[in-house]
């Protein structure tokens, strides 16, 4: 069978939207770079897309909200094992 996370993560999005759909989080600008994980000492790589991802959809659930706030969840993911 197919992984169901994909679908759920869709699901998730569509709730999230339907409960507010303003779009300011779906077209706000990301909080957080390539250049600003480089500042805080990560080496570029395939891993920098997924962290920016991660964190991008952070930033549109409102879970991150600053750009402090987003390079501090890029930080702990970039640490955590996989």
């Not at 069978?1 to 569509?14: F, I, K, L, S």
């Not at 909080?31 to 080496?43: H, I, N, Y």
Request: proline share 12%; net charge negative.
């Amino acid at each position: 069978g197919q992984d169901p996370a994909p679908a759920d993560a869709v699901r998730q999005r569509r709730a999230a939207f339907a409960a507010d759909p303003s779009p300011a989080g779906l077209f706000a600008p990301p909080l957080l770079t390539g250049a600003a994980l480089m500042q805080a000492g990560l080496k570029p790589g395939p891993s920098f897309g997924v962290l920016l991802e991660r964190v991008r959809d952070a930033q549109r659930e409102g879970q991150v909200s600053t750009p402090e706030a987003a390079l501090e969840l890029a930080l702990e993911l970039a640490r955590a094992p996989d």
